[in-house]
């Protein structure tokens, strides 16, 4: 018998002001169904779905900040290419209240590219199955 792996996650919304340690806490989001543990396949999905619900229009996006995208740390800010331009956006990466080995740290944008907020997805473990 072959056993298969799914890992799950949580998405949070990070806070917009540090506490009074210095980091960004996360947050639940007021909306319940963005609060629900997903698996690794429906992540994407599940941000794509916060994204349109948080600015309230279609066709907003993601990117997911990692070391090895296309999106490039420069004097504490990310800069990432959408459609003609540039968006560019304070890197917090550091101070959110996370343990930054086991998490995930994306950017929504709007499809206007004009606001931009943080998410974290945290790992709630793997489910196995055979």
Not at 17 to 22: I, Q
Not at 82 to 88: A, F, H
């Amino acid at each position: 018998m072959e056993l298969h792996s799914s890992s799950y996650y949580r998405l949070y919304d990070v806070a917009a002001s540090v506490d009074e340690n210095g980091a960004y806490a996360l947050q639940a989001f007021d909306d319940v169904a963005f609060n629900e543990v997903v698996d690794a396949d429906e992540l994407y999905e599940m941000l794509g779905e916060l994204a349109d619900s948080r600015f309230g229009q279609s066709r907003c996006r993601f990117f997911e900040v990692t070391n090895d995208t296309d999106i490039v740390p420069e004097n504490g800010k990310l800069r990432f290419d959408v459609d003609d331009g540039q968006l560019e956006i304070r890197d917090i990466v550091d101070r959110i209240d996370v343990d930054p080995e086991e998490s995930r740290f994306f950017i929504i944008v709007d499809a206007k590219c004009s606001e931009c907020g943080w998410v974290v997805a945290t790992p709630q473990g793997n489910v196995y199955s055979g």
